[in-house]
């Protein structure tokens, strides 16, 4: 069974830092797309950045500048990490795994965490 885990939201003053986790465990053999999305209440859930198992990275404009998108592929980790944070930045970040595939036939499966709260107070 495949799990993601999201860790490192918590409240931060504006202009603070935070710094996100997420693992992906089970079996899993690839994963293609590792991204942070974020909703904040009342809202849909909105991109935030993405990267692909090759490095290449997408941001969403209004975080461009401000968070760095990482990712460890030996250990099936992304990480976000968010400086200069604001209060429109507060939200629940969830964790999105793409395409993971448990062998080397497939095309995989989308998994998403259950989200961690970030708090961004004026």
């Known amino acids: 069974q495949v799990q993601l885990v999201e860790s490192g939201g918590g409240l931060v003053q504006a202009g603070g830092s935070l710094r996100l986790s997420c693992a992906a465990s089970?079996?899993?053999?690839?994963?293609?797309?590792m991204g942070w999305y974020r909703q904040a209440p009342g809202n849909q859930r909105d991109l935030v950045a993405t990267v692909t198992s090759g490095g290449s990275t997408n941001y969403a404009d209004s975080v461009k500048g401000r968070f760095t998108i990482s990712r460890d592929n030996a250990k099936n980790t992304v990480y976000l990490q968010m400086n200069s944070l604001k209060p429109e930045d507060t939200a629940v970040y969830y964790c999105?795994?793409?395409?993971?595939?448990?062998?080397?036939?497939?095309?995989?499966?989308?998994?998403w965490g259950k989200g961690t709260l970030v708090t961004v107070s004026s």
């Open positions: 089970g079996r899993i053999f690839r994963i293609n797309t």
């Open positions: 999105k795994a793409e395409r993971l595939a448990a062998t080397m036939y497939g095309d995989g499966t989308d998994y």
